[in-house]
């Protein structure tokens, strides 16, 4: 029986950490190595203690998620590895899904399945996710392709990329996959929807100057790596717009704030005079789409460059399906 880690760092998060441990307990399979990193207040410690009870509980003073997930990943003596957030939740036959479909590989793969989103009570909003195994490489250098717990990873795949990138206040799993990716490891899509994403107030994805600076610098950090291909640099002026275009279309008049505004405009101005669409790829129609959603940008309408941004996208991913 293969051994699976199952690492959950949490700060200050009390609320929803007893269900995530629960449903690791629920779990179908019988070696589990259940390890919760508490990077909370001293206040929060005990309970957070008396919750991880059967677990192997450490105390990490160190703040930044990513350096959680590599300490944890130190403590991990798996052959598989599963990261949670603290207010996950994972449908019981998780890992039997996946599992399976990894070990129908002769070599370590990674396996990402389908998930459900959620509201913060724990009610269905919908479920989302689709088979990207084809043109994986592709879709990351421009976007993240699911939520981080909808992975299962073998360790080997980790430790061969030196797990995560310290150096990023958030967005880590993405640049992770990114590397992995890289390095030529095959990725396997499982059609179950085996996790849930929460949406509230609490989560890190709220954070989104946090999220935007982090990713324009994983933007920039990918490509200036050697290992992409020449064919894909062109993605890299979507991915850029991308960004800018998630960041302006989620700031609601309710969450707006001034500074954040101010930061993502300073950074467009100086942005837009370096982005040259008629060459950023091969295909007039996507050229056509990436004008719109620059115009869109230039003038900072938020539900223009939210429905521009949306056209990108699928747009990009259809011409990668008929080049593949």
């Not at 989302?128 to 195994?133: C, H, Y």
């Not at 989104?208 to 050697?226: A, D, V, W």
Request: charged share 25%; with cysteine; hydrophobic share 40%.
């Amino acid at each position: 029986m293969s051994r699976v880690s199952v690492i959950i760092p949490t700060y200050n998060r009390i609320r929803y950490l007893e269900e995530t441990v629960n449903s690791v307990r629920n779990l179908v399979h019988e070696d589990i190595e259940l390890i919760v990193i508490d990077q909370s207040h001293e206040e929060f410690a005990s309970k957070i203690q008396v919750i991880s009870k059967d677990a192997k509980y450490y105390r990490l003073p160190q703040p930044g998620l990513a350096s959680a997930r590599n300490f944890g990943l130190k403590k991990a003596s798996g052959d598989y590895v599963l990261f949670l957030d603290s207010d996950d939740l994972v449908f019981p036959d998780k890992l039997k899904i996946q599992l399976s479909k990894m070990k129908s590989h002769d070599t370590p793969i990674v396996c990402y399945s389908r998930w459900r989103f959620t509201k913060a009570s724990g009610s269905a909003i919908r479920d989302d996710g689709e088979n990207l195994d084809p043109y994986i490489i592709q879709i990351l250098l421009y976007t993240n392709i699911a939520p981080f717990n909808a992975f299962l990873f073998d360790l080997e795949v980790l430790r061969a990329v030196d797990g995560f990138d310290e150096n990023l206040e958030a967005s880590e799993d993405w640049d992770l996959l990114i590397r992995i990716a890289l390095k030529g490891v095959v990725f396997r899509f499982v059609k179950e929807v085996t996790v849930t994403y929460r949406l509230h107030e609490d989560s890190m994805s709220k954070d989104k100057e946090m999220m935007f600076r982090s990713n324009l610098f994983i933007i920039e950090k990918t490509y200036s790596n050697p290992a992409i291909p020449d064919q894909y640099q062109f993605l890299r002026v979507p991915a850029i717009m991308l960004q800018f275009a998630d960041a302006i279309s989620g700031i609601s008049p309710e969450m707006r704030n001034p500074s954040f505004v101010g930061a993502i405009k300073d950074l467009w101005i100086e942005l837009a005079p370096t982005i040259t669409i008629n060459r950023a790829n091969p295909n007039p129609e996507l050229n056509n789409c990436l004008k719109r959603l620059y115009e869109a940008l230039q003038k900072f309408n938020n539900v223009e460059v939210a429905s521009e941004a949306k056209a990108l996208r699928r747009l990009l991913l259809n011409w990668l399906r008929s080049r593949n």
